[in-house]
């Protein structure tokens, strides 16, 4: 059998004399740089399982349980056992070139640069990047569409996420692709479509535990609705473009460890109403649809986590932590950055939205070395390109004081200063 241990050690041999009951592990035994206490207490239960398989005690051991980061747990017969190799695979592995190519280049540059951003004006348009480069001359590096309106996408309809021009612009000129969904779900009333959950007939009855059941209508609407979007992403993968993708975004809604609760007003979306055993079994087969069943491995999942690790699909299943932030201070920013690295180690740290907070100097200066930073859309201010709304250098979130800071500093990364990643 063979075991693969990334990043944890570079080269693991077993030989094995079965007459003298003799057992050698050699090779070099290497951390990464990053590497924590869970990568090597993995270390040592992966050597430790290949000297179980031929010392004397697999006569009184029958079966060795490796339990997985994503909560799974592999049981093996030690008896079954014939030999242990363990290969190196690297980093991000089961990521296209491309993706590995942008998230090396996102470790790199932790606490060296940091990436800015801007969400489409509510859907599939580049409305908020074009008003900070009408007002400062730069674009930054990454655009973000949402597929808020997939249902009624279509060809020739006022929305068409099927139309590649507006992406292959953007990453021909070099710059970042990001993506999220707003997934809207057939309102109560039967007619309307919202992602807000609740009983009332503007809002939707729709759970996410039918996730568990693959033989309801539920479910294949889940399915149908993911492939869907899979279709629109899969030129991009395609034309070799990463992406950086943030689904089922702020699930916890206001759900907290110190108040879980199970009432529906704790989530502020419907796939975050049934907790987290639903969201993250969610999050997972949308993983393996997207992935597995259609090849989208250029896509870089961004988890949107809140205060509870229960929330957190696995590892193995999430690329970059996010977190949202609207009006907060320097010090309640950086509790979250700690909490980032103390339960989410050897992660990639993003601000995926935010409105009213400190300035990337302010931040930087703190110590709070975030990947990227994407201000939430002001639609007042960018619905209208070329409106007099559109002229002025306020925003409801991020206004031109503010991109003149950031653009400002060395740490600063735009558009024109991407490397290529394809």
């Not at 249902?151 to 070099?174: E, F, H, Q």
């Not at 009983?199 to 009855?205: G, H, L, P, Y």
């Amino acid at each position: 059998m063979r075991l693969f241990a990334p990043d944890i050690t570079k080269k693991l041999c077993r030989t094995c004399r079965n007459d003298s009951k003799i057992v050698t592990l050699q090779g070099e035994n290497r951390e990464t740089p990053q590497s924590n206490n869970r990568q090597t207490h993995m270390k040592n239960i992966l050597i430790l399982l290949a000297a179980l398989a031929f010392v004397p005690v697999r006569a009184q051991v029958q079966n060795i349980v490796v339990h997985k980061a994503d909560g799974t747990a592999l049981r093996l017969d030690v008896q079954g056992i014939d030999s242990i190799t363990f290969e190196e695979v690297p980093k991000w592995a089961h990521r296209s070139q491309e993706a590995r190519n942008l998230l090396s280049y996102l470790e790199e540059n932790v606490g060296k640069k940091i990436l800015t951003g801007t969400h489409a004006c509510v859907n599939y348009n580049t409305s908020e990047a074009d008003w900070v480069f009408q007002h400062t001359g730069k674009y930054p590096a990454i655009n973000t569409i949402d597929f808020i309106h997939d249902i009624y996408s279509a060809s020739g309809s006022w929305i068409n996420y099927g139309s590649t021009t507006l992406w292959r612009n953007w990453v021909n000129k070099g710059g970042i692709m990001s993506a999220m969904w707003h997934w809207n779900m057939l309102a109560n009333n039967g007619t309307d479509y919202t992602c807000t959950p609740g009983s009332e007939d503007a809002q939707t009855s729709f759970r996410p535990s039918a996730i568990f059941s693959p033989d309801t209508e539920e479910y294949k609407t889940i399915i149908s609705r993911i492939d869907q979007v899979a279709k629109w992403l899969k030129p991009m993968k395609t034309a070799k473009v990463p992406v950086l993708w943030r689904p089922l975004h702020e699930a916890q809604g206001n759900w907290t460890e110190a108040n879980p609760g199970t009432e529906w007003h704790k989530a502020w979306f419907w796939w975050g109403i049934d907790g987290p055993e639903a969201f993250v079994q969610l999050w997972r087969v949308m993983y393996d649809r997207m992935v597995n069943y259609h090849g989208l491995t250029n896509l870089i999942w961004v988890f949107n986590s809140g205060d509870s690790k229960r929330w957190y699909p696995g590892d193995e299943y999430v690329d970059i932590v996010a977190y949202d932030f609207y009006n907060q201070d320097l010090s309640t920013m950086h509790r979250w950055y700690d909490f980032f690295q103390e339960n989410f180690p050897g992660k990639l740290y993003a601000i995926s939205e935010f409105g009213g907070i400190p300035k990337v100097s302010e931040l930087w200066a703190d110590g709070q070395y975030w990947s990227f930073l994407i201000p939430w859309y002001d639609y007042d201010r960018t619905s209208q390109p070329g409106s007099d709304a559109y002229k002025s250098t306020d925003h409801q979130n991020a206004d031109i004081d503010y991109w003149t800071d950031a653009l400002g500093q060395d740490c600063v990364v735009t558009r024109d200063e991407l490397p290529a990643f394809r």
